[in-house]
T-cell receptor
Framework: GENVEQHPSTLSVQEGDSAVIKCTYS??????FPWYKQELGKGPQLIID?????GEKKDQRIAVTLNKTAKHFSLHITETQPEDSAVYFC??????????????FGTGTQLKVEL | GAVVSQHPSRVICKSGTSVKIECRSL??????MFWYRQFPKKSLMLMAT?????????EQGVEKDKFLINHASLTLSTLTVTSAHPEDSSFYIC??????????????FGNGTRLTVT
């Protein structure tokens, strides 16, 4: 099955700096890669996603890049703010044998933006 | 944007009792919903895929008789934890896809239910 690895597990940056979180996946058939932000005690919130026919996508301060050949994708947050502090999860969509899709999640990155 | 509502947000129950958690898609129809379990500081573990009008598909190691899933309509799926035990205490999260991924759909999560079994 699909295996998604995520690094780093914790990341501390100064306010205003950029933060980068990286993920790798194992199943070359995966074709959808979302990123989620989870605040304490809440469910994950979709912040950006990318499909395999696109190499890069940007939404204001957030961008995601995808390298299908190397099977890795990254989340970039620029001009970080304290409210960006949360746990971030990457995921990859895997096609199931019987049809349908299943998301496999990375292990999460605790981002802390310090003043 | 697509909203998934999950209720209750917190529940405390006694060992041996059953607890029902509801998951609703508020502004879209979801033929498929997913139930996850999350342990503290851990990633999300898929428990089962809930299909409207048919039986749920459970992941390996998840007891279907203990975690009953019903997806009776295009906007509602329920998870019932039967005969709950302290080891069932966890954060349960549902999610729903607003349309097929090939069609550009995305997966949206509810805010989770913190279950504590005493």
């Amino acid at each position: 099955g699909e295996n998604v690895e995520q690094h780093p597990s914790t990341l501390s940056v100064q306010e205003g700096d950029s933060a980068v979180i990286k993920c790798t996946y194992s199943d070359s058939a995966s074709n959808y890669f979302p990123w989620y932000k989870q605040e304490l005690g809440k469910g994950p919130q979709l912040i950006i996603d990318i499909r395999s026919n696109v190499g890069e996508k940007k939404d204001q301060r957030i961008a995601v890049t995808l390298n299908k050949t190397a099977k890795h994708f990254s989340l970039h947050i620029t001009e970080t703010q304290p409210e960006d502090s949360a746990v971030y999860f990457c995921a990859a969509s895997t096609l199931l044998t019987g049809g349908g899709n299943k998301l496999t999640f990375g292990t999460g990155t605790q981002l802390k933006v310090e003043l | 944007g697509a909203v998934v509502s999950q209720h209750p947000s917190r529940v405390i129950c006694k060992s041996g009792t059953s607890v029902k958690i509801e998951c609703r898609s508020l502004d879209f129809q979801a033929t498929t919903m997913f139930w996850y379990r999350q342990f503290p500081k851990k990633s999300l573990m898929l428990m089962a895929t809930s299909n409207e009008g048919s039986k749920a598909t459970y992941e390996q190691g998840v007891e279907k008789d203990k975690f009953l899933i019903n997806h009776a309509s295009l906007t509602l799926s329920t998870l019932t934890v039967t005969s709950a035990h302290p080891e069932d205490s966890s954060f349960y999260i549902c999610s729903a896809r607003d349309q097929g991924w090939q069609g550009g759909g995305s997966l949206h999560f509810g805010n989770g239910t913190r279950l504590t079994v005493t």
